[in-house]
């Protein structure tokens, strides 16, 4: 069986930055196991699928899937799979039916894409074990009732320098450990960790961000703002809370495109 494929890096103006996601559109579902064994093989953060939307809703049914287990809502890996579809069916947007996230939609903006996604609310909270775990002492911990957490420090250097306990951070579940600060040259600055849901440090994570549109917009007092996740690869996007909606705009680069190949 030959799958159509895309690697695409994500929030990039060029190849080898922002983050790296698959993008398979498929005719069908494949069994769970076979789209979790092609998450492993891709060893991304996460590899996208989609196939179209029998229900009407919307264009497509989409869904993420790790290298080691299936997730909820990726933002990236959204990003990249409406660069490919619009890129190659053409149009201006393209929604997406999930099954964890509602409907998402990708449209077209200047010279990339803007990503709406549902806005996530954190509020004031502790997390001992976490923050004993991640390399120095947050001035905050503020925590969503789905497994988000942001941990805010005093400066971007301070979120530059974190070398956390990965092993540990793992143990406490499929967690996300936002780390952020006002940023120098962007508005904000983030590292995010997600070693419970098999990726140490991600490069540019969409869904960290629209719980830090949330917490941002509240904290800076104005609806939209720039940011940079502070990763090795790295990675910028503009932020903008409209209602419920988090809207993140970034570009995307088409690296690699051709077939995967399942035995028959």
Known sequence: MKLPYWHVDAFAARPFAGNQAAVMPLEEWLPDEVLQAIGEENNFAETAFVVRDATGECDWELRWFTPTTEIRLCGHATLASGHVLLERDGGERVTLRTRRAGNLEVRRAGAGYELALPAIPTERGKFPEAVALLGATPQETWLSDDRYGIYLFASEDEVRALQPDLRGLGALGDHQYICTAP????????????????????????????????????????????????????GDLTCRLEGDRAWLGGPCVTVVEGSFYLPG
């Open 183 to 234: 940023g120098r040259e962007t508005d904000i600055v983030s590292r995010v960790f997600v070693p419970g849901g098999g990726v140490d440090e991600d490069s540019v994570t969409g869904s960290a961000h629209a719980a830090l549109t949330h917490f941002w917009a509240a904290r800076l007092g104005r609806d939209s703002f720039t940011a940079h996740q502070a990763s090795k690869r790295g």
